[in-house]
């Protein structure tokens, strides 16, 4: 870690500097320093590792894998469980259906989203990035392909660096034909979930996809091809904002990737035999593995940096060394940088974890996860929403009765045909309240489906009031479909009953 800030708050992450010093001649041969803004990216060739962390990569890339391919082949009930009908505005998620006016849960969704990064950020770094991140399990997913094909970290670069020739020109072909079949996939796996997967593949099968299909096909697919296959390191470094502001929530008892330079220092290449304490060496043996390994080519032994997405390949890859070498494992581990200054065990870390940010995150996430799941709970299955007659605010009839008109748009968002009544609840104001519908109560509402209902309501104003009462339609579900299973629900929603005639 970098000296210069040891007193700071935060931990110390080195920047990358992009400037790159430049020597030119001028016309009388005289050479000048011009800076270049950019760095000519060098292409990084990540080596395999095998470890601990290596293996939840694996088992983080199968499962969400596993659940984005296969999800969309999954039905319930009948249909996809999972579709996003933008066309009918209608969202399955397995046994519900949510409509746009339920855009509360989406909110919910993306505060739990965020608060659980921020949380899982402060307790242990960047643990989305370096395990689920999609640009990290795809690359993951294409660098595999790549060592399929052309081998190892080795055998990559000595490709790479031969002439082209037919060869050559035979692995890289095969290589990017895999990789374009698995974008492929993936696009269309995407849109599958926007339109009916199995329609879609009939579509495919037809060549009768439609311009909208075929344009998020591809451009998902380029998206995943150009970002896995091409940018990779490139796209966490310098397009993902996460890079740029996750310093912000470390401190300095956040779980990160260490290299424990007291005990690594000095460093120096030894026999497998040697004393190294005699040698006055570090035990590290300055393999560079820790940055043969890494996706982003940096040496954690600088320090921390933005770049490191703390994936942990190092510490798989040093403590194979450390293996070898006879040596305690741990000389890149993950720890905090009190730990590391004070020396502390690991029950020690876990004690200091517990401080006020993670606890007020913990709370917060925990308050907002329990009412959106209270809310989820109780939502009610049918939306109403009460329009009044533009055209007559209300009318006097024979008798002393007032009448009003309304319009009435119920939305039935259950997978089941219900019967509804509609009703008015009293009011202290209102008496002998009628309602009368063109249709002949209860109302008969398919599944997910919506009506407009014209509804005129009636009543005798107490002690001749006049001007608007507030009045409560109650719009209640008495059965299924079959009207053998009792499912009572009901929903109320305001709306003003008008009165002719001066108010007194």
């Given at each position: 870690m970098n000296d210069a800030l040891k007193n700071t708050d935060l931990?110390?992450?080195?920047?990358?500097?992009?400037?790159?010093?430049?020597?030119?001649?001028?016309?009388?041969?005289?050479?000048?320093?011009?800076q270049s803004l950019y760095e000519v990216r060098k292409k990084i060739h990540p080596r395999s590792v095998h470890g601990w962390f290596a293996g939840w990569r694996v088992f983080f890339i199968i499962a969400t894998q596993l659940a984005f391919y296969g999800t969309a082949w999954l039905e319930w009930g009948g249909r996809q469980a999972l579709?996003?009908?933008?066309?009918?505005?209608?969202?399955?998620?397995?046994?519900?259906?949510?409509?746009p006016q339920d855009f509360i849960y989406l909110t919910a969704l993306l505060v739990i989203s965020a608060l659980s990064l921020f949380l899982f950020t402060a307790?242990?770094?960047?643990?989305?990035?370096?395990?689920?991140?999609?640009?990290t399990v795809y690359t993951e997913m294409f660098i595999w392909i790549e060592r399929k094909i052309e081998g190892d970290r080795g055998a990559r670069i000595r490709l790479d660096n031969e002439p082209f020739g037919a060869r050559k020109l035979g692995l890289k072909a095969l290589k990017h034909g895999a990789w374009i079949a698995l974008a492929l996939w993936t696009g269309v796996t995407f849109v599958g979930y926007f339109t009916p997967i199995r329609e879609l593949l009939g579509e495919v099968g037809n060549l009768s996809f439609g311009p909208w299909e075929t344009f998020w096909v591809l451009f998902y697919a380029f998206a995943t091809y150009g970002n896995a296959g091409w940018m990779r390191e490139q796209v966490c470094k310098y397009m993902c904002p996460y890079a740029r502001f996750q310093s912000a929530m470390f401190d300095p008892d956040t779980m990160i990737i260490t290299y424990d330079k007291s005990r690594g220092d000095p460093r120096g290449s030894r026999s497998r035999g040697a004393d190294h304490r005699a040698l006055s060496l570090g035990d590290c043996?300055?393999?560079?593995?820790?940055?043969?390994?890494?996706?982003?080519?940096?040496?954690?032994?600088?320090?921390?940096?933005?770049?490191?997405?703390?994936?942990?390949?190092?510490?798989?890859?040093?403590?194979?060394?450390?293996?070898?070498?006879?040596?305690?494992?741990?000389?890149?581990?993950?720890s905090t940088e009190n730990a590391l200054n004070n020396g502390w065990n690991f029950r020690q870390i876990v004690t200091h974890a517990f401080r006020p940010r993670v606890v007020i995150y913990s709370a917060?996430?925990?308050?907002?996860?329990?009412?959106?799941?209270?809310g989820l709970m109780l939502r009610v299955p049918v939306k109403v929403d009460v329009i009044r007659d533009r055209t007559s605010l209300g009318r006097e009839l024979a008798g002393g009765k007032i009448e009003n008109i309304y319009r009435l748009q119920v939305m039935n968002t259950t997978e089941k045909a219900h019967r509804f009544v509609i009703r008015v609840a009293d009011t202290h104001e209102l008496k002998d309240i009628e309602v009368l519908t063109d249709v002949k109560q209860p109302l008969q509402i398919d599944a997910i489906s919506t009506i407009a209902i014209p509804v005129r309501v009636r009543a005798t104003p107490e002690h001749d009031k006049?001007?608007?009462?507030?009045?409560?339609?109650?719009?209640?579900?008495?059965d299924d479909e079959n009207h053998l299973l009792p499912e009572v629900f009901a929903i109320s929603e305001k709306s003003s009953f008008f009165i002719p005639g001066p108010a007194r």
């Amino acid at each position: 870690m970098n000296d210069a800030l040891k007193n700071t708050d935060l931990p110390r992450v080195k920047p990358a500097s992009p400037v790159i010093p430049i020597k030119l001649a001028d016309s009388s041969g005289e050479e000048t320093l011009e800076q270049s803004l950019y760095e000519v990216r060098k292409k990084i060739h990540p080596r395999s590792v095998h470890g601990w962390f290596a293996g939840w990569r694996v088992f983080f890339i199968i499962a969400t894998q596993l659940a984005f391919y296969g999800t969309a082949w999954l039905e319930w009930g009948g249909r996809q469980a999972l579709l996003f009908d933008l066309g009918a505005r209608k969202f399955y998620i397995f046994g519900l259906v949510f409509w746009p006016q339920d855009f509360i849960y989406l909110t919910a969704l993306l505060v739990i989203s965020a608060l659980s990064l921020f949380l899982f950020t402060a307790v242990a770094g960047r643990l989305w990035c370096g395990y689920a991140c999609p640009q990290t399990v795809y690359t993951e997913m294409f660098i595999w392909i790549e060592r399929k094909i052309e081998g190892d970290r080795g055998a990559r670069i000595r490709l790479d660096n031969e002439p082209f020739g037919a060869r050559k020109l035979g692995l890289k072909a095969l290589k990017h034909g895999a990789w374009i079949a698995l974008a492929l996939w993936t696009g269309v796996t995407f849109v599958g979930y926007f339109t009916p997967i199995r329609e879609l593949l009939g579509e495919v099968g037809n060549l009768s996809f439609g311009p909208w299909e075929t344009f998020w096909v591809l451009f998902y697919a380029f998206a995943t091809y150009g970002n896995a296959g091409w940018m990779r390191e490139q796209v966490c470094k310098y397009m993902c904002p996460y890079a740029r502001f996750q310093s912000a929530m470390f401190d300095p008892d956040t779980m990160i990737i260490t290299y424990d330079k007291s005990r690594g220092d000095p460093r120096g290449s030894r026999s497998r035999g040697a004393d190294h304490r005699a040698l006055s060496l570090g035990d590290c043996v300055d393999c560079g593995i820790c940055v043969q390994v890494c996706p982003t080519g940096i040496d954690i032994r600088d320090g921390l940096q933005y770049e490191c997405i703390g994936c942990a390949a190092c510490i798989d890859g040093c403590n194979q060394v450390m293996k070898k070498m006879g040596y305690a494992k741990g000389l890149i581990r993950y720890s905090t940088e009190n730990a590391l200054n004070n020396g502390w065990n690991f029950r020690q870390i876990v004690t200091h974890a517990f401080r006020p940010r993670v606890v007020i995150y913990s709370a917060i996430l925990g308050a907002v996860i329990i009412g959106a799941s209270v809310g989820l709970m109780l939502r009610v299955p049918v939306k109403v929403d009460v329009i009044r007659d533009r055209t007559s605010l209300g009318r006097e009839l024979a008798g002393g009765k007032i009448e009003n008109i309304y319009r009435l748009q119920v939305m039935n968002t259950t997978e089941k045909a219900h019967r509804f009544v509609i009703r008015v609840a009293d009011t202290h104001e209102l008496k002998d309240i009628e309602v009368l519908t063109d249709v002949k109560q209860p109302l008969q509402i398919d599944a997910i489906s919506t009506i407009a209902i014209p509804v005129r309501v009636r009543a005798t104003p107490e002690h001749d009031k006049r001007g608007s009462e507030r009045i409560h339609f109650i719009i209640e579900a008495s059965d299924d479909e079959n009207h053998l299973l009792p499912e009572v629900f009901a929903i109320s929603e305001k709306s003003s009953f008008f009165i002719p005639g001066p108010a007194r």
